[in-house]
């Protein structure tokens, strides 16, 4: 398996656009979680989905972040507008039996 | 609500001298604890839990934790540290439904 496949790996756009993260999990793990990471806050726990449903979104900062995951393998997370805060490094991770394995993240510049 | 907190914000460590990476944990019930490291521009990767059992925890690359009970601690170890070690390690802890709560990070920086 190639792990946790993230796109794109960098994103770049303007205040008020829409932006959409993707994510594919490992194949069999039924757990999939999405993680934002700045320097200011660390590593900040956005939504996770137990087998393709919303479990706690209460780390979603605000209406402006939506999360969907239609199918076991795949899932987004979609920011709009965005705002130059939303900078961030987002991760997805996925897991089984509690270890979680992480993508390589998408670095994103809103400015 | 179940936290670990991880003082240091850098450890410096002279190659071949034994490293230490400090997390101390607050929890409900029998913890769930996970050291993560994370390399430049990289995801997270796992290097070992603890569940249950032998407070001494084996895990990847050489590394391996201690758990304390009367301590709540559950510090990173590694008995010979290589420059190669130099990343950001989170110590964290399992809550419900598999959610996992890091620590602040520490990076670990390691000096030929």
Not at chain 1, 36 to 60: A, K, W
Not at chain 2, 10 to 35: I, R
Not at chain 2, 67 to 83: E, M
């Amino acid at each position: 398996d190639a792990g946790v496949i993230q796109s794109p790996r960098h994103e770049v756009t303007e205040m008020g656009q829409e932006v959409t993260l993707r994510c594919k999990p490992i194949s069999g793990h039924d757990y999939l979680f999405w993680y934002r990471q700045t320097m200011m806050r660390g590593l900040e726990l956005l939504i996770y989905f137990n087998n393709n449903v919303p479990i706690d979104d209460s780390g979603m900062p605000e209406d402006r972040f939506s999360a969907k995951m239609p199918n076991a393998s795949f899932s987004t997370l979609k920011i709009q507008p965005s705002e130059p805060r939303d900078s961030a490094v987002y991760f997805c991770a996925s897991s089984f039996s509690g270890v979680a394995f992480f993508g390589q993240g998408t670095r994103l510049t809103v400015v | 609500a179940q936290s670990v907190a991880q003082p240091e914000d850098q450890v410096n460590v002279a190659e071949g001298n034994p490293l230490t990476v400090k997390c101390t944990y607050s929890v409900s019930g029998n913890p769930y604890l996970f050291w993560y490291v994370q390399y430049p521009n990289r995801g997270l990767q796992f290097l070992l839990k603890y569940i249950t059992g032998d407070n001494l925890v084996k895990g990847s690359y050489g590394f391996e934790a201690e758990f304390n009970k009367s301590q709540t601690s559950f510090h990173l170890k590694k008995p010979s540290a290589l420059v190669s070690d130099s990343a950001l390690y989170f110590c964290a802890v399992e809550s419900a439904g598999n959610m996992l709560t890091f620590g602040g990070g520490t990076r670990l920086m390691v000096k030929p």
